[in-house]
């Protein structure tokens, strides 16, 4: 076994992305190492689609390393990523007896991760949180880089990540044996968020050029990365860890003023896709609904579009990223979507909507993007069209 370690480089915030088959077996040691001896307990909140024994084998490590465990099961959806669920692992970290010097464990994919991070930036003004991920989505995104929370059901509609706290994991370690158990269209999910970082791969600080080369590396890998080959896969997620850890130190916390290279640039896709992620009624294959990596999929379509429609790049830009899409089974269109105002109109509901004003991240070439602020709602909603299968 080969452990890749990824830093990600915050000044008095630097920590570990540990990344391999069977590093989850490190947690207890690098657990104590961090934490120090004054840590007694750790709250494990473990997602219940994690098979048994990986968590059993966590806790047990654990209690070997002298903490006390106590494990809280989610089942994720995000109707269950909500204020009511923070509440609820509150109450249990506070019967546990939980205090300031320990620390909470996600092991679970992206819903669990955000809520766990939450419950940790919250719990006494914020303790140490370690974060497991167990989707190659959350592996590639949702654990890396310090945005914790949950949505908002406001007046009977579903805010996404509404509410939240920028929380940075003490350490991550993304045992990717923990993917041989995700279903396919799961898999595909997390594929969906590497396209995106491809997409955006040159517009990222990057010194010594490895990320502008991510895009060509995916491309000439899609038959790998499709058949999930397992060394092709553990190379992705530490290229994409690596990818995401430089544009959060550069930029922890998506500021405004950060117009290029910053945090922002990992909404391409978002504005659009979490405007048609909750809607009902859509389908995009056999099964109904969105799930988040696919509706982001779906996002950077029409992000490529509007992009056209404003003279900021070519077709070609789309055509490329439809490939990519194509090649790994993602889908590029949707059945039953609202007319373009409605999915414009909940674009503004999103938190990239800036002061009134709708801001997007467009591209300007293949694996160059930028923000938009001000977008022009005739190119979003034309933007909109080219996902549309009916
Ligand atoms: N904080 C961030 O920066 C960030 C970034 C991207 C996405 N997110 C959030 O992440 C969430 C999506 O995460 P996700 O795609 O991981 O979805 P998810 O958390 O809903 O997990 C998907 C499914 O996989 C199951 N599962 C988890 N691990 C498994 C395993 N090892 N084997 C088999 N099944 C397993 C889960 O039980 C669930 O049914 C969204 O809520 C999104 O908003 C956050």
Redesign the pocket.
């Given at each position: 076994m080969s452990t890749r370690v990824v830093d990600v480089d915050l000044p008095d915030r630097a920590y570990e992305v540990r990344i391999g088959r069977g590093v989850l077996g490190e947690v207890p040691e690098h657990a104590r190492g961090l934490l120090g001896e004054k840590a007694e307990r750790v709250l494990v909140v473990r997602?219940?689609?994690?098979?048994q024994r990986?968590a059993d084998e966590l806790v047990q490590g654990l209690r070997d390393a002298g903490f006390a465990a106590r494990v809280c099961d989610l089942?994720?959806?995000?109707a269950v990523?909500r204020v009511e669920t923070v509440e609820r692992l509150l109450i249990e970290a506070v019967r546990f007896g939980l205090t300031r010097v320990d620390a909470v464990i996600s092991l679970?994919?992206?819903?669990?991760?955000?809520i766990a991070?939450f419950v940790a930036a919250s719990y006494q003004r914020g303790i140490a949180v370690v974060q497991c991920?167990?989707?190659?989505?959350?592996m590639v995104?949702?654990?890396?880089?310090?945005?914790?929370?949950v949505?908002l059901l406001v007046d009977g509609e579903l805010y996404?990540?509404m509410v939240?706290a920028f929380h940075q994991p003490t350490m991550v370690v993304a045992d990717t044996a923990?993917?041989?158990?995700?279903?396919a269209r799961?898999r595909r999910?997390?594929l969906a968020?590497c396209v995106k970082h491809a997409m955006i791969c040159q517009s990222v600080p990057d010194e010594d050029e490895t990320h502008a080369g991510l895009l060509g590396w995916m491309q000439a890998r899609l038959g790998a990365i499709s058949a999930f080959d397992r060394e092709t896969i553990d190379e992705l997620v530490e290229r994409n860890v690596a990818l995401k850890a430089s544009v959060v130190a550069g930029d922890e916390r998506e500021s405004p003023e950060a117009r290029t290279g910053g945090r922002m640039l990992?909404n391409f896709g978002h504005t659009f896709g979490h405007a048609i992620e909750t809607l009902d009624g859509v389908r995009a294959g056999d099964e109904p609904g969105l799930?988040?990596?696919e509706a982001v999929g779906l996002g950077m379509c029409c992000a490529c579009a509007a992009a056209v429609s404003l003279g900021l790049c070519d077709d070609s830009v789309g055509a490329s990223l439809r490939a990519m899409l194509d090649a790994v089974g993602l889908p590029t269109r949707v059945e039953g979507l609202p007319g373009s105002d409605v999915i414009v109109e909940r674009m503004g509901h999103d938190k990239k909507a800036a002061g009134g004003s709708l801001r997007v991240i467009l591209p300007e070439g293949l694996g160059r993007c930028s923000i938009v602020t001000d977008a022009d709602i005739g190119a979003i909603g034309a933007g909109v069209g080219v996902i549309r299968a009916d």
């Open positions: 997602d219940t689609g994690v098979p990986f089942t994720p959806s995000e990523k679970g994919g992206g819903v669990v991760c955000d991070g991920p167990s989707t190659l989505l959350s995104d949702a654990s890396v880089g310090g945005k914790t929370g949505n996404k990540n939240g923990l993917l041989d158990s995700l279903d799961q999910c997390g968020e990992l799930f988040h990596g």
